[in-house]
C-alpha cells in the first residue's frame, strides 16, 4: 500500500476507536505509519480524510449486504419480504460489537465542529439513497433515477437516519426488523382503507 492507502485505513482505525471530534491528525499518522504532509498531500485537510474513511467503513457495510449477506438475494426485490430481510441486515450491522453507526450521530450532533466533514457527507447522501434504494427494490445503483431519489431514496434514507438514531441512544427499546416490517404492514393496509 502507498501513503494514501495507509492513511485512509489508518482514519478508520481512528474513526472506529475515537470518532470525529477525537481524532487528531496525529493519531491518524501514528495508526498509519505515515507523516503529516502525507494528509495534506493526499486528501486536502485531516477532516477530508475522515469523511472519506467514514464513506469507506459504511461501502464495507454495503458490500456485505450487496454480496448476500443480509438475506436479501433470495427474497423479490420490492417486496415487504425483501424489505423486512434488508432491516436485518442493516441492524445486524448495528448490534455487532465496535458498529460504526454511532459516527453518523456524531456528525448529525457535532457537525458544526466539524463543517468539512458534515458538508462532504451531506454530498454523500444521494450515493446512500441510491444504495438503498438498490437493496430494498433491486437493480443496479446506476440505474436508478433521479425522481427515484428525490421520493424513495429520501424516505430510505430518512428511516436509515432514524433507526441509527435509535439504535444509538436506545438499543435495548430499538426497533427489530419484524417490528419495522409490522409498521410497513400496517401503514399498507391504512393506504389500502384510504
Known amino acids: 500500500m502507498g501513503h494514501r492507502e495507509d492513511l485512509l485505513e489508518g482514519a478508520k482505525r481512528c474513526l472506529v476507536e475515537k ?3 477525537r481524532t487528531t ?8 505509519g505515515t507523516n503529516l504532509a502525507s494528509i495534506g498531500y493526499h486528501y486536502g485537510s485531516k477532516d477530508a480524510l475522515l469523511a472519506e474513511a467514514y464513506v469507506a467503513l459504511v ?4 458490500a456485505a449486504f450487496d454480496s448476500g449477506e443480509a438475506g436479501v438475494s433470495d427474497t423479490e426485490p420490492g417486496s415487504v419480504e425483501r424489505y423486512r430481510e434488508s432491516w436485518a441486515g442493516i441492524i445486524g450491522t448495528m448490534r455487532a460489537p465496535g458498529s460504526i453507526w454511532h459516527l453518523s450521530m456524531e ?4 457537525g458544526d465542529q466539524l463543517p468539512a466533514v458534515r458538508d462532504h457527507l451531506a454530498r454523500e447522501q444521494r450515493d446512500a ?21 428525490d421520493t424513495l431514496g429520501k424516505f430510505y434514507v430518512t428511516l436509515m437516519t432514524g433507526v441509527i438514531a435509535q439504535w444509538t441512544f436506545d438499543p435495548e427499546n430499538a426497533p427489530d426488523a419484524d417490528e419495522l416490517t409490522e409498521g ?9 382503507q384510504a
Open 19 to 21: 470518532g470525529f471530534v
Open 25 to 32: 491528525a496525529r493519531d491518524i499518522v501514528k495508526a498509519s
Open 59 to 62: 461501502g464495507d457495510l454495503s
Open 107 to 110: 456528525i448529525v450532533a457535532m
Open 129 to 149: 439513497a441510491r444504495s438503498l434504494v438498490a437493496l430494498f427494490m433491486g437493480g443496479r445503483d446506476e440505474d436508478i433515477p433521479d425522481k427515484t431519489l
Open 184 to 192: 410497513l404492514r400496517q401503514v399498507i393496509e391504512a393506504a389500502r
